[in-house]
Nanobody, 124 residues
């Protein structure tokens, strides 16, 4: 089992920045990938970004590319989502997820483990 705990959410004005963290514990795999997803009220959960523990390859949704950066600290078993130039439409609950297969996939079903989520609210 893998346990994921997100932190760092909050309220920020449009144009501001936030950094989300996801601490992974339990049976983590060096070959796995970690993803960030988000879900706004009344909408489906959507892919934001993903990164591999090994090598650090990344993938981004078009809606956040150039504004968000995903990174990892292997020593701390932590994945980060650095969010800049935030917009009101970025408001959502942000979830961290783990894919033992390391596929950098945007598909929700690829990820076997999920955190509880952290709320990000961007005011206009």
């Amino acid at each position: 089992q893998v346990q994921l705990v997100e932190s760092g959410g909050g309220l920020v004005q449009a144009g501001g920045s936030l950094r989300l963290s996801c601490l992974a514990s339990g049976r983590t795999f060096s070959s796995s990938a970690m993803g960030w997803f988000r879900q706004a009220p009344g909408k489906e959960r959507e892919f934001v970004a993903a990164i591999r523990w090994r090598g650090g390859s990344t993938s981004y949704a078009d809606s956040v590319r150039g504004r968000f950066t995903i990174s990892r600290d292997n020593a701390k078993s932590t994945v980060y989502l650095h969010m800049n130039s935030l917009k009101p439409e970025d408001t959502a609950v942000y979830y961290c997820a783990a894919d033992p297969g390391g596929r950098l996939s945007p598909a929700i079903g690829t990820y076997a483990y999920w955190g509880q989520g952290t709320q990000v609210t961007v005011s206009s």
